[in-house]
């Protein structure tokens, strides 16, 4: 059974850093996509940051420049290291994987963490 288990949320003061990380088990064949996601209180859920496979990173703008994605294929692993944290950036952050199946790997799935808490104190 494919887990995905966010670590490393906390309580930071504003300008301060945190880096989260997600580590993927459960029989893994294939690790696909990986990205986070964030939802602060009475928002939808959004998209952070993603990496491919091969490594491209993408970021929504308000991160650009201050958070960085990058994953660890051998130890199924995605992390998101934010720097220069603002109260803005409070929400529960979720990380998500896209998951390829044998023997063909032409199907997929999406999988997701139960997220991590990060607050911003001002």
């Known amino acids: 059974q494919v887990q995905l288990v966010e670590s490393g949320g906390g309580l930071v003061q504003s300008g301060g850093s945190l880096r989260l990380s997600c580590v993927a088990s459960?029989?893994?064949?294939?690790?696909?996509?990986m990205a986070w996601y964030r939802q602060a209180p009475g928002k939808q859920r959004v998209l952070v940051a993603s990496?491919?496979?091969?490594?491209?990173?993408s970021y929504v703008d308000s991160v650009k420049g201050r958070f960085t994605i990058s994953r660890d294929g051998a130890k199924k692993t995605v992390y998101l290291q934010m720097n220069n944290l603002a109260p803005e950036d409070t929400a529960v952050y979720s990380c998500?994987?896209?998951?390829?199946?044998?023997?063909?790997?032409?199907?997929?799935?999406?999988?997701w963490g139960q997220g991590t808490q990060v607050t911003v104190s001002s």
């Open positions: 998500n994987a896209e998951i390829w199946f044998p023997p063909t790997w032409s199907r997929s799935a999406t999988y």
């Open positions: 459960g029989g893994i064949s294939r690790l696909g996509a």
């Open positions: 990496i491919t496979s091969g490594g491209s990173a």
